[in-house]
């Protein structure tokens, strides 16, 4: 039997704290890579993310896989969708293109026992926001149709507004849900750069509680199931995502402070996107982490 590795300076319990991992070794070397950053969640692309070309799991890379999620005991895995899906294209080959590359990401993920398949909703390229909802929605209920497995779900994310981008104001999320059928296969995944970016201030206590309250209000709490951790390049509203290292952009560490303890997200994976910069000799993922870890109120 395999031993459990456990991290030696880990006191990141209860917090779900991962980060985005690559899976040039392979999906399983991803969730080794996250334990050995003493990590408990973890996220990855199943796929290269900026391509359409597809890719079948083997039953040796799923092995491996179900064997690296016992090993490391993480289990809260998330999985970012290809970056060129748009749902609310209007254009009919991009949209078949994305159908069908969604349809065989949420198969994969459901091959994996990967529970949350994270999507940026779609661009209406001046179809207008109503419209581009709507055929979101329309979509996602042809894909809960096609794949009827449940165990994976989808988790639409927050959007900084960038082009015609939507997803930036939590009614847009909120609109989708409401016109999706399975309304228990769809979560929302909240990344602090994008809200920020899209107008969201965060950056003292009371904002910060204002702004849960507003995605509790429009939202619900309950169906936050994903939290993306970076820190913002550009200013509040800019619509412009540009990713920072914690504590070194425009939303500032004090936000970290909040999120890190507040108990209403403790059960919420909290998955760093920040530049790795691993190539130019810096492990810029384990100076974030011990940042974040660093703000963990103990009790
Ligand atoms: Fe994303
Ligand atoms: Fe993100
Ligand atoms: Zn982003």
Redesign the pocket.
């Known amino acids: 039997m395999r031993t459990r590795q456990s991290h030696p300076n880990l006191p990141i319990k209860p917090c779900l704290l991962g980060a985005h991992f690559s899976i040039a070794k392979g999906l399983h070397q991803a969730l080794y890579d996250a334990n050995h950053y003493g990590c408990n969640a973890a996220q990855i692309f199943t796929k290269n993310a900026n391509t359409w070309k597809e890719r079948t799991l083997t039953s040796k890379e799923i092995e491996l896989f179900k064997a690296a999620q016992q090993d490391t005991g993480i289990l809260d895995i998330a999985s970012h969708t290809s970056y060129l899906i748009n749902l609310a294209t209007q254009d009919p080959r991009k949209l078949a293109l994305s159908r069908e590359a969604l349809k065989q990401e949420l198969k994969r993920c459901t091959q994996l026992g990967i529970p949350w398949v994270v999507l940026h909703p779609g661009a209406h390229m001046g179809a207008g926001a109503k419209e581009g909802i709507k055929q979101i929605a329309a979509e996602i209920n042809i894909l809960f149709e096609a794949v009827p497995d449940r165990n994976t779900g989808l988790a639409l994310e927050a959007t900084?507004g960038q082009g015609s981008s939507i997803g930036h104001c939590f009614e847009h999320l909120s609109a989708i849900m409401d016109a999706v059928k399975e309304k228990g296969r769809l979560g929302i995944c909240l990344?602090t750069?994008?809200i920020f970016a899209a107008g969201y201030d965060l950056r003292t206590v009371e904002v910060y509680e204002a702004t849960m309250a507003e995605f509790d209000r429009v939202i619900g709490l309950q169906h936050l199931k994903v939290i993306h951790l970076?820190d913002s390049k550009k200013e509040l509203g800019t619509r412009v995502?540009r990713?920072a290292n914690i504590g070194e952009g425009h939303i500032g560490i004090d936000t970290f402070r909040y999120l890190m303890n507040d108990q209403r997200l403790v059960a919420v994976p909290k998955i760093l996107?920040t530049p790795k910069k691993k190539d130019q000799g810096q492990d810029l993922d384990a100076i974030n982490l011990k940042r974040l870890r660093k703000l963990i109120k103990l009790s």
Request: aromatic letters at 0%.
């Open positions: 900084a990344d750069c994008h970076n995502d990713h996107e």
